[in-house]
């Protein structure tokens, strides 16, 4: 192939060399949000690149063979990729159609006995004394980053005080990969609130050399980027990477439930007695609306969704199942798609009702969702209405923001999702500058 070669012969020829490593947040893989966010990329990334290898950092190899066989773990201790050839391809197709869903099956059984024997658990463990010190990880480099033709690190809201821990093990990774020349891009991010000096003088040091960053709200990441030094023209707002997911499973029919999620954690505080008005407000208006109430599950980790969630249900006249353990996020998005609006203090519940046309009540008791539900509100517009667990009219303005959802749900259908399509043709063109990334540069590894 001569000098003149066009781009797009390059890039056929080297396909098969193409390695993406994904950085996807989550290494346990119990967040439905995020896995949603990781099936659209990888998607994505397999529509341009058939050939090419998709490996993705995980803690859980054998879930992520069940839940995305299109990619491949890259695993401790050494972080490697797997087999190539043909061992590889047999290792492949053995975990990803006997060992993956058994695996998915087990622990769908055995985490509700864990989390109530162990209770409540970190994210990583660490052989540190000292607490703190896991919030900065050591800046080990994974085999695997040797081998990669791209590092792409998936939407999030971990580039933040409250997960620091991932935060910095994301822009070591990052750091690294630009010492090696190896293009960079995050895409889908949430960033902040970022006050931490050390996280924050890390990102300022990371970020601007980065080749690419999509944004999914325009409320805080673009001066938040701007400063920490990245140029403007290295971003791009572009919405959830969800959306896409979401707005797929939409349904012709306007629902007749109630949707609800409440989470409590050490990042989502919420009081007794505001956890006891959303229970009262959302079992009435479920009761006067003649609604079912859906409980929806979208994280698993440490049964934070199901613990807070499902007693609320108690005493409602019509409560609809929740999705097993083992379900899936396209299992929950139907659910979602059967409401006609969501009460939710998790973020990607909101992002799966407003792309399928569905309104929805952001609740928020923290600075952290509180940017989450107002960025989410500004790229959807009308159709989400955010309340604070601390209003002192909380009852009043739960019922309200219902009762009005729920008359205005048919009127803003269309416009929420004409508002997602937008936000997915968006977030295309910010996946198009990333694939330029590695078809502009130097192909490497081929010869001639």
């Not at 690190?153 to 750091?175: F, M, S």
């Not at 249900?313 to 659910?335: K, S």
Request: neutral net charge; proline residues 6%; contains cysteine.
């Amino acid at each position: 192939m001569g000098i003149g070669s066009s781009v797009a012969e390059r890039v056929a020829l080297a396909e098969r060399d193409i390695r993406v490593l994904v950085e996807n947040g989550e290494y346990w893989l119990r967040n439905r949000g995020d896995i949603a966010m990781m099936i659209t990329t990888v998607e994505r990334l397999r529509a341009r690149w058939p050939l090419a290898r998709i490996g993705v950092l995980t803690h859980q190899p054998a879930v992520l063979r069940a839940l995305l066989p299109e990619t491949e773990p890259v695993y401790g201790p050494d972080w490697t990729w797997g087999s190539d050839g043909w061992t590889g391809a047999v290792t492949r197709t053995a975990a990803t159609k006997l060992i993956g869903p058994a695996a998915l099956r087990w622990r769908a059984a055995t985490d509700g006995p864990k989390d109530r024997i162990r209770g409540l658990r970190t994210e990583d463990t660490t052989s540190v004394a000292d607490p703190a010190a896991a919030e900065v990880p050591a800046a080990e480099v994974p085999a695997a980053l040797r081998d990669a033709s791209l590092v792409l690190a998936l939407g999030g809201g971990y580039l933040t005080d409250v997960d620091k821990y991932q935060a910095h093990r994301t822009l070591n990774l990052l750091e690294q990969a630009r010492a090696q020349g190896i293009p960079t891009a995050l895409v889908g991010q949430g960033l902040g609130p970022l006050r931490d000096p050390r996280l924050v003088e890390r990102a300022a040091e990371v970020l601007p050399g980065v080749d690419f960053v999509a944004l999914r709200e325009n409320r805080r990441g673009p001066e938040l980027l701007a400063r920490l030094g990245v140029a403007a023209e290295q971003t791009l707002v572009t919405g959830d990477d969800a959306v896409e997911f979401a707005y797929r499973l939409r349904d012709a029919r306007i629902g007749a439930d109630l949707g609800l999620c409440l989470r409590v954690a050490e990042y989502a505080p919420v009081g007794a007695a505001a956890r006891e008005t959303l229970g009262r407000v959302v079992r009435e208006r479920a009761a006067a609306l003649d609604a079912g109430l859906q409980p929806l599950i979208i994280s698993e980790y440490a049964s934070e969704d199901r613990r807070s969630t499902l007693p609320l249900l108690v005493g409602a006249a019509r409560r609809r199942a929740p999705v097993g353990r083992g379900g899936t996020p396209r299992d929950v998005a139907r659910q979602v798609a059967r409401c006609r609006v969501l009460v939710t203090s998790a973020y990607h519940l909101a992002v799966f009702a407003l792309s399928q046309g569905i309104p929805a009540v952001g609740i928020t008791a923290s600075e952290y969702y509180d940017d989450k539900f107002h960025g989410l509100a500004g790229m959807f517009g009308a159709g989400l209405r955010v309340v604070h667990l601390d209003d002192p009219d909380l009852e009043s303005a739960l019922r309200q923001a219902v009762d009005e959802l729920w008359e205005a749900a048919p009127g803003l259908r269309d416009p929420l999702q004409q508002k997602a399509v937008e936000q997915i043709d968006a977030s295309r063109a910010g996946l198009e500058r990333v694939f330029r990334l590695v078809e502009n540069g130097p192909v490497a590894r081929v010869d001639g």
